[in-house]
């Protein structure tokens, strides 16, 4: 079997920041995969499934809800190996095209206070594994080290 593409990134010089994992064609049209790489993998712990939980449910409501790209949001959710979210976007992106918006969702996490979206029985798979506290710790973390003064090396995958 061939090797998907996510596997031929060299996770041992990736650090955080906003890279296109890969583009898919749906007959003419375009959808552009983001890797939205939160921790250096295999150098920092893994995020936990609590934290991880209430970045999916603030960032997934924040997009859904934006007006520019709301028609534009296929998907956002975690990475399995949980050292980042993906977020998938009809349309062909560069990293530099949505590196605004994903500030702007990372913001807004940093920054939540309240009850979590989504985050009730009748709602949710398991809306009892939550942590807002370590969800905007980490979404801090990530504005500060790729979001806020992005360069090159957090928006390409490095060789």
């Known amino acids: 079997m061939d090797k998907i593409a996510s596997f031929t990134v060299n996770h041992l010089d990736l ?14 049209e375009v959808l552009t995969t983001f890797d939205l790489r939160m921790t250096a993998p295999n150098r920092e712990p893994v995020m936990n499934t609590a934290e991880l939980h209430t970045i999916e449910h603030l960032a997934a409501t924040y997009l859904r809800n934006n007006d520019e790209w709301k028609e534009k949001v296929i998907y956002f959710g975690p990475m ?9 976007l009809a349309g062909d992106y560069e990293s530099k095209d949505v590196v605004g918006l994903v500030r702007d969702t990372f913001a807004f996490i940093a920054d939540y206070e309240g009850e979590i979206p989504g985050a009730a029985a009748k709602d949710c798979g398991n809306y009892l594994d939550q942590n807002l506290p370590m969800a905007k710790y980490l979404a801090k973390k990530y504005l500060k080290e790729a979001l806020n003064n992005p360069s090159e090396k957090n928006l390409i995958y490095p060789e």
Do not use: A
């Open 80 to 88: 399995g190996c949980r050292t980042g979210c993906y977020l998938i």
């Open 15 to 28: 650090i955080p920041g906003v890279y296109v994992s890969r583009k898919d064609y749906v007959g003419k």
